[in-house]
């Protein structure tokens, strides 16, 4: 089965970040640099993050909202959800790879 994530490329790291992110329900630009920071530890310039959304819209895997706010909110999309989920999938058996080749056992002290 081909994958349908090999389209993000290089922006796999800064695009999984804002569909984890919108993933937990609608956020402008703004709200999600302080989320992704919050869960993950990085910290997005928002020429970072507006480069990811225009990507990630243009794959139809966000979309805008409409809004009378000044700021601009995203939603995730089906088609994201399906490749938020493909993607976590991969991380998941590249971590089990990772730990039991390091002789890793997480969960256990």
Do not use: C, N
């Not at 922006?11 to 329900?25: K, M, P, R």
């Not at 630009?29 to 990085?42: A, K, L, V, W």
């Not at 020429?47 to 805008?64: K, N, P």
């Not at 959800?81 to 002789?103: H, K, N, P, S, Y």
């Amino acid at each position: 089965m081909a994958r349908r994530t090999q389209e993000l490329g290089r922006f796999t790291d800064v695009a999984l970040l804002v569909l984890i992110s919108l993933a937990e329900g609608q956020k402008h630009g703004y709200r999600m640099i302080h989320d992704i920071e919050e869960f993950s530890g990085t910290a997005l310039e928002p020429g970072t993050l507006y480069g990811a959304l225009m990507r990630l819209e243009e794959r139809g895997w966000i979309e805008s909202v409409a809004s009378s706010e000044r700021r601009k909110p995203y939603r995730i999309t089906e088609g994201g959800r399906d490749a938020l989920r493909e993607q976590l999938a991969t991380l998941r058996r590249i971590e089990r790879a990772g730990a039991r080749r390091a002789g890793f056992a997480w969960g256990m002290s």
